[in-house]
C-alpha cells in the first residue's frame, strides 16, 4: 500500500506484496489459486483480523506469512527485510519472532507429553541458556497465561479445550515472538470461556507489544479483537479498513451481505429485517468468474462486472475497496 | 394435522391453546463407562406444541444432543438406562416397542445432524436415499416416489432438480447436501423436526440460507422443530421458545425475546454477556470464571453454584425447575430478587451488536 493519508501511520511489521499461492491439484491437471494476488501491510502493535468463507484462502494467507507455506509469487517482507534471502541459520532463528496458533489445541500437543515438556520444547530446540533458565522461561510464560504451577506436570488429557489453547499460547510465547497469526484460536472452543481467551489474547499484547493477524470466519470475533480488518473472497482481498468502518459502513457488496447473514443474539423488535440471502456458493478457485469475482452471486452486477476485475483501491481514507461500484451513493441495498 | 395457524415469533399462540405434541417428563439419561453408571441428563421436563419452532442451548457435553438422540431412540452402545416419558402424540416413546417406534422414526418425527456427508451414503444417489425414506413408510410405487422426490428437492431450493435428483451426495457442495438432508427428512411430512447443529458445519451466508428454509418450512408445512445449538444468534433468528441446559438439566424455558432481554437464570446472563457481539469494541469481554462440572463429580444443589456471581447460602438445596409466570420456568430459587442483565445491557453497547446501514 502506498498511498498516504494525513494520519501517520506505525511502520508495518510485515509487507506483503501481490501474493500469490497456488496448488497442483491431485491429478495435476489443474491450478488452484488459493491467493492471487493480495496487497496489505500489518502495522506493529495492532491487531489485523482477516475474515473470509471456507476455502477463501485466509488460512494460506497465515501460514505463507510465517512461511509454513512458500509463496508461488509476490513478497512477503518481515520488518522490510525477505526472509527467502537469509542463510539457512539466520532465517530458522529469524522466524522465531513470526509464530502461529492453530484452532485445535488436540492436534498441537503431543498427548504423551507433559504440558511443561511441550512448552519447553522451543526453547531446547532453539538452545536458549541453561537448563534451569529454559525451565524457569517456561514456567513463566505458564504464568502468564494464567495457568497454575502444578499443570505443568499435568498431560493434555487431563485439561480443559480452554485450558489446553492456553498452553498453546504460552509456548508460543517462550521464545518472545513480535508476532502472532492465530488461525481460528477460538473457534473449536465453548462460548463462555471465548471471552476468557480473547481477553488473555488483549492483556498480552498490552503486555508484551504483540502484534497479531487474526484469521477466523466469526464476525463477532474479528470485530471484538481487531483494529484493522480485511474480508477475503476466493483468493482475494474485497475490502479493507478499519474495523469500525468495514463493520459499520461497508463498502463491498460481499461484505454487506455478511455482515447481514451473521445470526444475531437480539430480540425481534431490534433486529434488522433487511437480509440479504446471497444465492449459491462459492465458485471453485480451480475456474474462478472472469472480471470480479464476486459477481456470479451479487445482487448489483453489472455486464462491465464480468469484463474487468475492479482495482484495488482506497475509497476512503485507509479504507481500501475492490468494486467497480463501491463509490455510488445508496450502494447498499435498502 | 389440520392447516394450523403459523407459530409467530414471540406469541405464546402456539404454546398455550393446542395440547402439546410432544411432553418430555423427568426424562434422565444413563451411560455406562468403565467406571461405572453415569447420569448424563436428569429430571428433563419440557413440551413442545404443533408447528412450535424450540431452541435447545447449552455448551458442549451439557445433555442437549443426547436428549435429541433420546426422542428418537437413537441412544449410543454405551447406553444403560432411561428414566421418565417422552410423549409424543400420546405414545410414550420411551416404553413403546421396536416396532411403534420405527413406524414413528423418520415418519412422523425426522432428524437432520451436522454433517450431511456423514448422514449420506456415498455409493447410492440423493434421489435414490430420500425416495428410500418414502418407500419405507408408505407403499408406493417407483414413479410416485421419484416425483414426490423431485418435488421436495425443489422445495428446499435445490435448483435444477431434474439433474441433481442422480447425483451423487460427494457431487454436492455442503450447502446442497444439507439441503438434500432436509428434504429427505421432509418427505412423509413428518410433524416434528430434530435439527441438531444444522448449519455448524456451514458457511454463515449458506447458514443464513438453510435457517430461513427451516423457518420457511415450519410455518408453511405446520412442522414443529426442535432445534439443538450453541449460537444463540442461531437460535434468536429462528425460533420462538428457547430451553437452556446446563450439566445435564433445563435451566430455562422462556420466550425467545423474553431470554435475551430479561434472562432469569445466571446461566443465560452470563452466556449472553459473553458473546463478543454485544460488548463494546476492543472491551473486556465477561466471562464466566471456572467449568462444567464433570459428570463422574457432580455437585449437590444447584450445579452451576460453584461458577455464579450470584450463589448464596440456599444454592446447596436441589433446585427445582419452577414456574416464573408468564409460561417461564427457570432452576433458580434466587431468580426473583436477581435482576440480571440480558443481551441489551447496557442499552448503548446493544447498537453496536446492529449492522448500520448507510
Not at chain 1, 489459486?33 to 497465515?62: C, L, Q, Y
Amino acid at each position: 500500500m502506498t498511498a498516504a493519508s494525513a494520519e501517520p501511520r506505525r511502520e508495518p511489521i510485515v509487507s506483503v506484496h501481490d501474493l500469490q499461492v497456488r496448488f497442483q491439484t491431485t491429478d495435476r491437471r489443474a491450478t488452484v489459486k488459493a491467493v492471487d494476488g493480495v496487497n496489505f501491510d500489518v502495522r506493529r502493535g495492532e491487531t489485523f483480523g482477516i475474515i473470509g468463507e471456507s476455502g477463501s484462502g485466509k488460512t494460506t494467507i497465515g501460514r505463507a506469512l510465517v512461511f509454513l507455506q512458500q509463496p508461488s509469487g509476490g513478497a512477503i517482507l518481515h520488518d522490510g527485510i525477505d526472509p527467502r534471502a537469509l542463510s539457512r541459520g539466520a532465517f530458522q532463528s529469524h522466524r522465531r519472532d513470526y509464530q502461529i496458533i492453530f484452532q485445535d489445541p488436540n492436534a498441537a500437543l503431543n498427548p504423551r507429553m507433559t504440558i511443561l515438556a511441550s512448552v519447553l520444547e522451543p526453547l531446547e530446540l532453539a538452545r536458549i541458556g541453561t537448563k534451569a533458565e529454559r525451565e524457569r522461561q517456561a514456567r513463566e510464560a505458564l504464568e502468564r497465561v494464567g495457568l497454575p504451577q502444578e499443570f505443568g506436570e499435568r498431560y493434555p488429557h487431563q485439561l480443559s479445550g480452554g485450558q489446553k489453547q492456553r498452553v498453546v499460547i504460552a509456548r508460543a510465547l517462550t521464545l518472545r515472538p513480535k508476532l502472532i497469526v492465530c488461525d481460528e484460536v477460538v473457534a473449536a472452543l465453548d462460548m463462555s470461556i471465548r471471552g476468557d481467551v480473547l481477553n488473555l489474547f488483549a492483556d498480552l499484547q498490552r503486555d508484551l507489544g504483540l502484534t497479531y493477524v487474526f484469521i477466523t470466519h466469526d464476525l463477532a470475533v474479528v470485530s471484538h479483537i481487531s483494529e484493522r480488518v480485511a474480508v477475503m473472497y476466493l483468493g482475494q482481498f474485497v475490502e479493507l479498513g478499519p474495523t469500525e468502518a468495514v463493520a459499520e459502513r461497508p463498502l463491498h457488496p460481499y461484505t454487506i451481505a455478511l455482515l447481514s447473514a451473521e445470526p444475531r443474539p437480539l430480540p425481534s423488535a431490534m433486529r434488522t429485517d433487511a437480509r440479504i440471502v446471497l444465492q449459491g456458493e462459492v465458485p471453485s478457485p480451480i475456474d474462478p468468474p472472469s472480471g470480479c469475482r464476486f459477481r456470479t452471486r451479487c445482487p448489483h452486477a453489472q455486464p462491465l462486472c464480468a469484463q474487468q476485475a475492479p482495482d484495488w483501491r482506497e475509497l476512503k481514507p485507509d479504507h481500501w475497496v475492490a468494486c467497480h461500484f463501491a463509490d455510488r451513493p445508496n450502494f447498499s441495498p435498502s | 394435522m389440520g392447516a394450523g395457524e403459523p407459530a409467530q415469533r414471540g406469541a405464546e399462540g402456539a404454546r398455550e391453546g393446542a395440547r402439546p405434541l410432544l411432553q418430555v417428563r423427568g426424562l434422565g439419561i444413563r451411560f455406562k463407562t468403565t467406571h461405572g453408571v453415569w447420569q448424563a441428563t436428569r429430571k428433563i421436563d419440557f413440551d413442545i406444541a404443533p408447528g412450535e419452532r424450540v431452541g435447545i442451548v447449552g455448551e458442549s457435553g451439557c445433555g442437549k444432543t443426547i436428549t435429541g438422540l433420546s426422542i428418537l431412540r437413537l441412544l449410543p452402545g454405551n447406553f444403560a438406562g432411561l428414566d421418565g416419558k417422552i410423549l409424543f402424540d400420546g405414545v410414550d416413546l420411551a416404553s413403546c416397542s421396536a416396532r411403534q417406534m420405527r413406524a414413528i422414526r423418520g415418519k412422523r418425527i425426522a432428524m437432520i445432524f451436522q454433517e450431511p456427508m456423514s448422514a449420506l451414503d456415498p455409493v447410492f444417489t440423493v434421489g435414490h436415499q430420500i425416495a428410500e425414506t418414502l418407500r419405507v413408510h408408505s407403499d408406493i410405487g417407483y414413479e410416485e416416489a421419484r416425483a414426490k422426490t423431485l418435488e421436495m428437492l425443489r422445495r428446499v431450493g435445490i435448483a435444477s432438480p431434474e439433474r441433481r435428483i442422480d447425483d451423487y451426495p460427494h457431487q454436492l457442495s455442503g450447502g446442497m447436501r444439507q439441503r438434500v438432508m432436509i428434504a429427505a427428512s421432509l418427505i412423509c411430512g413428518p410433524q416434528l423436526l430434530i435439527a441438531d447443529e444444522p448449519t455448524t458445519a456451514l458457511d454463515v451466508t449458506v447458514q443464513a440460507q438453510i435457517l430461513e428454509l427451516l423457518r420457511d418450512i415450519s410455518e408453511t408445512s405446520h412442522t414443529a422443530l426442535m432445534l439443538i445449538t450453541h449460537d444463540l444468534g442461531v437460535v434468536a433468528e429462528t425460533c420462538t421458545r428457547m430451553i437452556t441446559m446446563y450439566a445435564g438439566e433445563v435451566i430455562e424455558d422462556a420466550a425467545v425475546d423474553e431470554a435475551l432481554v430479561r434472562p432469569l437464570h445466571p446461566y443465560t446472563s452470563g452466556l449472553l454477556r459473553s458473546l463478543p457481539h454485544l460488548s463494546p469494541r476492543h472491551g473486556r469481554l465477561p466471562s464466566i470464571p471456572g467449568r462444567v462440572p464433570s459428570i463422574t463429580d457432580m455437585p449437590n444443589g444447584c450445579r452451576f453454584r460453584a461458577r455464579c456471581a450470584h450463589a448464596a447460602k440456599g444454592c446447596e438445596a436441589e433446585q427445582t425447575l419452577q414456574d416464573a409466570g408468564g409460561g417461564r420456568r427457570v432452576r433458580c430459587w434466587r431468580f426473583a430478587e436477581l435482576n440480571l442483565p440480558g443481551a441489551l445491557h447496557p442499552p448503548e453497547t446493544a447498537a453496536t451488536g446492529r449492522v448500520a446501514r448507510q
